[in-house]
């Protein structure tokens, strides 16, 4: 089936620590150690495809054991993926560590991911997509690209501004017709962009306003749509019509990691599962990120469709 769906970003391997609590500056404490496929843009393609789409994952990998292990694990997965190999550079990967409240820290190195770049998206594999999925993991010149490129084709171009970077460019805004940053990106982006008038917003100050609030400061961003994810709250959809807000799920939380890709992913399955509907796409997606954090890992605490399906009916 040709793909529905393309995600165009980063796939990481996650060395993944659990600990009681995270350790303090100099100390060193005893957890446990698991290993597997991630990376936001990986992770979002996994979401998609699991929640029933069908989906190419395109992104950079080194010539290493972990490449290896991410061509065994779409090949298993049975979604399309094409790896740009890039020598001499390694596969990324990414330190987390989890507490037992399922909160995570996190750090990444690139390694190939940031070698992606407009020559490597053949504009081909864009032709039959609905949705086009980029995030800033990977080459910034590479997710513009695959922004406009997914315009150009008809699809609709959704960025998820993560993790937000010191040489991030507002014009990628102007390639997006949908928007998806958390609280820490939305935060970013009213201190940044000089449209919103603010240079001093916390994510404190986020946490105080009102939804109407939040879809003003939204509408300043420039994208047509700006879907706001909340944590345990929800997220917010602002269009220039209005906004909706929808209140997540309430699951006991195991880890937390992933779950913006869970999001995005399931959100851009629901946009071609309901036709284009934003606010069906996102309590889809919604759903997708709550059944995402009462299991460990990333890519593969991804829910499949059966199990989205039968979490929704049990929550109506």
Known sequence: MKPQVVVVGSFV?????NCLA???????????????????GSNQAVAAGRAGAATLFIGAVGR?????GARAFYKAEKIAARFVEKPGHATGTAAILVNTSGQNEIVVALGANARL?????DPKF?????VVVTQLESGLAAAAFALKTARAAGAVAVLNPAPMRADFKPSLLGHAD?????EAEFTALVNLLPATGRTDFTEAALATLSDEAIHALARTFGPPVVIVTLGKRGCLVSQKSGYTF???HRVKAIDTTGAGDAFVGGFSAGLVRFKGDLVAAARFGTAVAAL????????PAMPRKREIEAFLKKTR
């Open 64 to 68: 290493d054991t972990f490449a290896a």
């Open 292 to 299: 995402s954090v009462t299991r460990r890992g990333t890519a």
């Open 246 to 248: 929808i209140s997540s």
């Open 22 to 40: 995270f350790p303090a500056a100099g100390e060193t404490v005893i957890g446990t150690f698991a290993s597997g496929p991630g990376g936001k």
């Open 13 to 17: 391997q996650d060395l993944t620590w």
């Open 126 to 130: 864009f032709a039959n997509a609905k």
């Open 117 to 121: 770049s407009p020559a490597d998206l």
């Open 178 to 182: 949908i928007l998806i940053p958390n």
